[in-house]
């Protein structure tokens, strides 16, 4: 089974560009996550979509950052204009319907160093 | 709002030996779950063990098992004849019985665990 994907493994960006990140989940996971990890801290949730619906995006900072996922398959997270505590890594996961409660399966993430 | 409390940033632990990790969590809820990630140099979370607080019987997993104090809010993690493979950052997480569909992971800051040959 083919784990869950991320592009890209690094960028580097001066603050207030754009940056987007992509995630494939594994196939047939309808639950896609995504979280925020600062150096020195654990992961943060910023968004889980139940196939192409939010369910929970609480704590997703909206006036810069955005996330899609059409055709409730591929996501892909955008922050615009980054600023420099963005800096950190990005991390998307995936499970089946209801099953988050038995552990997601994580990608390697994105490190966003912001400059 | 949940938090979880590990409460040693580093630890080390010789090759075969045992090595425990602490955690500690706060909630006002009864029914949650409660997880060990582990967290290698290439980024992945990858899942060690899980508990249901309904269980008093602990988990475990082959090296891996915890010591789950619902009363005390305390799960800590004992990993027996320790191997190389194990130094990794180790993040507890907590989870409130989903509602409304959430899933949210409430982690950590980490443990830094070094196996020393």
């Known amino acids: 089974e083919a784990g869950v994907a991320q592009s890209p493994r690094y960028k580097i960006i001066e603050k207030r560009q754009s940056v987007a990140f992509w995630c494939n989940p594994i196939?047939?996971?309808?639950?896609l996550y995504w979280y925020q990890q600062i150096l020195g801290q654990g992961p943060k949730l910023l968004i889980q979509?139940?196939?192409?619906?939010?369910?929970?995006d609480s704590q997703l900072p909206k006036d810069r950052f955005s996330a899609e996922r059409l055709k409730g398959v591929d996501s892909t997270l955008k922050i615009q204009p980054a600023k420099l505590e963005d800096s950190a890594v990005y991390l998307c996961?995936?499970?089946?319907?209801?099953?988050?409660?038995?552990?997601?399966?994580f990608g390697s993430g994105t490190r966003l160093t912001v400059v | 709002a949940q938090t979880v409390t590990q409460s040693q940033p580093e630890m080390s632990v010789q090759e075969a030996e045992t090595v425990t990790l602490s955690c500690t969590y706060d909630t006002s809820e009864s029914d949650y779950y409660l997880f060990w990630y582990k967290q290698p140099p290439s980024r992945q979370m990858i899942l060690v063990i899980r508990?249901?607080?309904?269980?008093?019987q602990n988990a475990t997993e082959n090296r891996f098992s915890v010591n789950f104090q619902k009363a005390a809010k305390s799960f800590s993690l004992k990993i027996s004849d320790s191997q190389l493979g194990d130094a990794a950052m180790y993040f507890c997480a907590y989870m409130r019985e989903p509602g409304g569909g959430s899933e949210k992971l409430v982690f950590g800051k980490g443990t830094k665990l070094t196996v020393n040959p």
């Open positions: 196939s047939g996971h309808a639950t």
């Open positions: 996961a995936s499970s089946l319907p209801g099953t988050g409660r038995y552990g997601y399966t």
């Open positions: 508990q249901e607080a309904y269980k008093q």
């Open positions: 979509f139940q196939n192409n619906g939010v369910v929970d």
